[in-house]
């Protein structure tokens, strides 16, 4: 067993759209918070501390509203899967390391180019430190060109080529699985407009899966079985989750799934735990809580014995697999 950690963190989890909180938001959730307050949990430092840490996340915190981006970390290693707004923080902590050096090297995997899962590429400053070195990948063998485009002057007034880090384009279409160290990167199509791909890490024994903007148009046994194979046995399986079950009907061919269709792929390929992601941008800290709770019901009516493990993606959470 590897003694280097194998460590989760979560950058950006919304979709479409980053979504900042609202007053009204901060507002409501102040409410309720002095609501249920009692005297006691007011009395001194010790007490306001403990009484806060008591309260669900949601209402303590938020979810976020960055736009895709994961880091991990593996045999030593950073990957970072999207380039969404949340790339933009993540930069910033990287920039408190060795990148700050002009000696940081990271892997940048992009499922997709989508604006919501790119746009945090002008704002990362690791990358205009000379120095540092990024090797971005993906199965699109125009990525080069879709980036550079991304900062042509008529979108943006600073171009990629002002960039001074070492960035080396990797067509993954010639690896289907990529080492890194000790850990193995694999990918796979999945549905989405103008295609996507979902990332698996494997590494001392563990696994993560990062399957974002995909929908399942087909839910029968033969239909899924690739998904499904791609996701046995994960440790972590990231779900694109934007929409309710009926919503994903409602919009069908606009790319995304539900918790509910997570939830039936998750138990089929054995996965330990599914992180509910991409969150529509309309819906609230509460309603992604109310979705998470009819969510456990609805798996324990499916498969009571079941000991899948769920929870709603949010900003700053970090999940350590070894």
Same mark, same amino acid.
């Given at each position: ?32 918070? +002095? ?46 899967? &999207? ?63 879709? +980036? ?22 990797? &067509? ?12 193995? !990167? ?51 399986? !990231? ?31 054995? !996965? ?26 609805? +798996? ?18 970090? !999940?350590?697999?070894?």
């Amino acid at each position: 067993m590897s003694e280097k950690p194998f460590r989760v963190s979560f950058r950006g989890v919304r979709g479409s759209i980053p979504t900042p909180i609202s007053s009204a938001a901060i507002e409501e959730k102040l409410s309720i918070v +002095l609501e249920q307050a009692k005297p006691e949990d007011l009395k001194d430092a010790a007490a306001r501390k403990k009484f806060i840490q008591s309260l669900p996340e949601y209402v303590k915190g938020c979810y976020g509203g960055n736009s895709s981006c994961i880091h991990v970390e593996a045999d030593g290693h950073h990957l970072i899967f &999207d380039a969404g707004t949340g790339l933009r923080e993540l930069g910033r902590d990287l920039m408190t390391q060795e990148f700050g050096e002009g000696e940081g090297k990271a892997h940048i995997f992009i499922t997709h180019t989508h604006w919501d899962h790119i746009m945090g590429i002008p704002f990362f400053v690791p990358m205009f430190i000379s120095g540092n070195q990024f090797t971005v990948c993906s199965p699109f063998p125009d990525l080069r060109d879709r +980036l550079h485009g991304q900062q042509e002057f008529k979108y943006f007034p600073v171009s990629f080529d002002s960039m001074h880090a070492d960035i080396e384009f990797v &067509d993954l279409n010639g690896h289907p699985q990529y080492k890194i160290g000790a850990a193995q !990167v694999s990918w796979k199509e999945m549905y989405h407009p103008g295609k996507s791909f979902a990332y698996r890490v494997d590494f001392a024994g563990k696994s993560f899966v990062f399957a974002t903007d995909s929908e399942y148009k087909q839910l029968g046994h033969e239909a899924l079985k690739p998904a499904v194979d791609f996701f046995r046995g994960a440790d972590i399986l !990231v779900f694109d989750s934007q929409y309710t079950f009926i919503e994903g009907i409602e919009k069908e061919d606009w790319g995304h799934s539900s918790t509910f269709i997570g939830v039936d792929i998750a138990v089929e390929a054995d !996965v330990k735990h599914i992180v509910f992601f991409h969150h529509e941008p309309t819906y609230s800290d509460f309603k992604l809580a109310e979705v998470l709770e009819s969510t456990k019901k609805y +798996l324990s009516i499916i498969a009571p014995k079941s000991p899948l493990k769920m929870s709603m993606a949010r900003e700053g959470w970090t !999940v350590d697999l070894i």
